[in-house]
C-alpha cells in the first residue's frame, strides 16, 4: 500500500482563524479522499479530491468551509476555514488501493479549536 | 439514509478466546465491506475486505459476508491484548466507487 503523510500532525487555532492540512502519497493516485472523525465519532466523508477538477463535497460539506486543491498526482490539501470549536477533529486523508474500493489512510492531523 | 450499524461495545473477551463482532448495512448496492482496527490517538487500520458472500480467513481473522441479509461480521480468533481497539465495519457506496461509509465502531477489551 501507499506511504501517505500528513502536516501538521497536530494543531491548537483560534477560534475564526483557518487551517490548511496537507497530504502526500509516495505514488500517484488519481482520487484521494477527506474523512472527519468527531471526538468519539466515527468517520465521515468530507470529499473526493479529483486532480485536476473541482472536489466533489458530500451532504453537509461546502467549498467555502472546506476548500480543497489537489494540483498533481501526489498532493492534496484541505483547509478548514473560520473554524470554530465545533470544527475540533481528526482529519484525514485516504488513497485507494489496487482493489479500487479499500481506503488506506494517513496518520491524521488533530485538530484543536479554542 | 444509507447506514452502517455495529453494536458499540464495550465488547470484553478473556485472552485466548473469540471476539465476534457484528455489522448490518442498508445500501443493497454496496459490494465491498471492510473491517479496519483503530487503536486509540492512531488512525484506522485496514484489516480485512471481502466482496462475495461466504467467509474469508487472515490469520487470526475471519470476515463473513451474508448480502440477502445486509450482514457482515468480523471473528477474532485467540484474541490478545494487542487486539484491543476500536473495530469499525465500512461499506462502499454502492452508486460511488471508492467511497466509503463508516459504522460507529466496536470498542473490543482484551483482558488477560
Known sequence: ?114 | QKEVEQNSGPLSVPEGAIASLNCTYSDRGSQSFFWYRQYSGKSPELIMSIYSNGDKEDGRFTAQLNKASQYVSLLIRDSQPSDSATYLCAVNLGDSWGKLQFGAGTQVVVTP
Open chain 1, 1 to 114: 500500500s501507499a506511504v501517505i503523510s500528513q502536516k501538521p500532525s497536530r494543531d491548537i487555532c483560534q477560534r475564526g482563524t483557518s487551517l490548511t492540512i496537507q497530504c502526500q502519497v509516495d505514488s500517484q493516485v488519481t482520487m484521494m479522499f477527506w474523512y472527519r472523525q468527531q471526538p468519539g465519532q466515527s468517520l465521515t466523508l468530507i470529499a473526493t479530491a479529483n486532480q485536476g477538477s473541482e472536489a466533489t463535497y458530500e451532504s453537509g460539506f461546502v467549498i467555502d468551509k472546506f476548500p480543497i486543491s489537489r494540483p498533481n498526482l501526489t498532493f492534496s490539501t484541505l483547509t478548514v476555514s473560520n473554524m470554530s470549536p465545533e470544527d475540533s477533529s481528526i482529519y484525514l486523508c485516504s488513497v485507494p488501493g489496487q482493489g479500487g474500493n479499500e481506503q488506506f489512510f494517513g496518520p491524521g492531523t488533530r485538530l484543536t479549536v479554542l
